[in-house]
């Protein structure tokens, strides 16, 4: 599937399902959530849209400003106080976070997916990133 596509199960049909009061109508996707979690995803594979690279150890964990924003408190935070438009880059480090390449990865791998795997030893190495960042 392609972002923005739509192999959704529902239609809009004709008269048999047509409404003789004028009341609201409630249209539901139920596979909405796991559809958007999807193409967000495969956007940010792609770097598709992408606006936030977010350095650690040196290297780079590219993704969406708003995913983040709406996930994260402590990315919420920076974003929001920035406010701006453009592509931004946010050391961790310069905020006092140490974290690890693949942690930082791991969390916003689940942030994206709503669930990620790691090695149950690694388990403390995802948690406490997560938590340092506000998703957990």
């Known amino acids: 599937m392609t972002p923005g596509s739509s192999s959704s199960s529902f239609s809009f049909s004709s008269s048999s399902h047509v409404r003789k ?18 193409s967000l995803h495969l956007l940010r594979m792609q770097d598709g849209l992408v606006d936030l690279d977010i350095e650690c150890e040196g290297e780079r964990v590219r993704a969406h400003k708003a995913v983040m924003a709406a996930a994260s408190r402590f990315f919420g935070e920076k974003l929001l106080k920035a406010n701006v438009m453009i592509p931004v880059m946010l050391r ?11 942690a930082v990865s791991n969390v916003v791998d689940f942030v994206y997916r ?23």
Do not use: I, N, Q, W
């Open 114 to 136: 709503g669930e990620v795997v790691v090695p149950g030893d690694r388990m403390g190495d995802v948690c406490a990133p997560a938590h340092a960042l506000g998703t957990g």
């Open 92 to 102: 961790l480090e310069d905020f006092g976070l140490s974290l690890s390449r693949r």
């Open 21 to 38: 009061d004028k009341g609201p109508v409630c249209v539901y996707m139920k596979e909405h959530p796991r559809r958007l979690s999807e």
